[in-house]
């Protein structure tokens, strides 16, 4: 597969030739939605960017969302080896974990947009795609992991679920990415970065659970 990429998505493809269809397309899609995001993104635009026939990508892909699947099963994988990475920097130290993690979770929003649209803002169905909804989990059974070491560490009784504990960090990592990790003209500024203001909320929420302070005996 090889073609000449064009800065302008609104540009059909040149050089594209014909080596790998499918993954021509998927990532015809991903610059799609990066640019117009998943509610602006039709398979015809996508098969115009990789410059072949509207009908072309019916060879690999049912509809539009079929493929928009591909795209966010993709970012889920990709997600998954970002958290998993900051997760393990820090493997003794849960307080220090949940903070890496959470700037990862920050960092993969503000980098990755097409990737972080498509697998939170295209309202997929997941029974129809066992493949997304299995990536899906194996990102959040990275939350899952910090949950377990933050559980473990908690000194409250009785101690929250581990799965309460992952969803608290997933639903304040996500909100924070969705309202300030990303460029938005429209949205209020912050007196801070969003870095600075997850680090703050996880570190009220795990002195609520009453996790010692990072590198405390």
Same mark, same amino acid.
């Given at each position: 597969?090889s073609?000449?990429r ?18 021509? %397309?998927?990532? &015809?899609?991903q610059?799609?939605?990066g @640019?117009k995001?998943?509610a $602006?993104?039709?398979?015809a635009?996508? +098969? #115009?960017?990789?410059?072949?026939s509207p009908?072309?990508?019916y060879?690999?892909?049912r509809?539009?969302e079929?493929?928009l ?14 958290l998993a990475?900051a %997760?393990?920097? &820090? ?5 220090? @974990?949940a903070e890496t993690? $959470?700037?990862a979770?920050?960092?993969f +929003? #503000? ?20 493949d997304?909804?299995?990536a899906g ?15 473990a ?7 929250p679920?581990?799965?309460m504990?992952a969803?608290?960090?997933?639903s304040t990592?996500?909100g924070?990415?969705?309202?300030f990790g990303?460029?938005?003209p429209?949205?209020r500024?912050?007196?801070m970065s969003?870095?600075?203001l997850l680090?703050?909320s996880?570190?009220?929420y795990?002195q609520g659970l009453?996790?010692?302070?990072s590198g405390?005996a």
């Open positions: 597969m073609w000449t064009d800065p302008n998505p609104s540009s059909p493809r040149r050089g594209y030739h014909h080596g790998n269809l499918r993954e021509a %397309l998927i990532q &015809a899609a610059e799609l939605i @640019a995001g998943p $602006g993104f039709t398979i635009e996508a +098969a #115009r960017l990789a410059g072949v009908a072309a990508p060879r690999h892909f509809d539009a079929s493929l699947a591909e795209v966010a099963t993709r970012g889920f994988e990709a997600f998954r080896t970002r990475a %997760l393990d920097s &820090a493997p003794a130290d849960p307080p220090r @974990a993690v $959470g700037r979770y920050l960092a +929003a #503000r980098e990755e947009p097409a990737f972080y649209a498509a697998m939170f803002e295209a309202r997929i169905a997941r029974d129809p795609y066992p997304l909804q299995a989990d194996r990102a959040f059974g990275v939350l899952r992991a910090l949950a377990d070491r933050l559980s560490a908690a000194r409250i009784q009785p101690r679920p581990a799965l504990i969803l608290h960090i997933w990592s996500h924070i990415a969705s309202l990303r460029p938005d429209s949205r500024p912050l007196p969003a870095e600075d680090e703050a996880m570190l009220i795990l009453g996790v010692p302070p405390s």
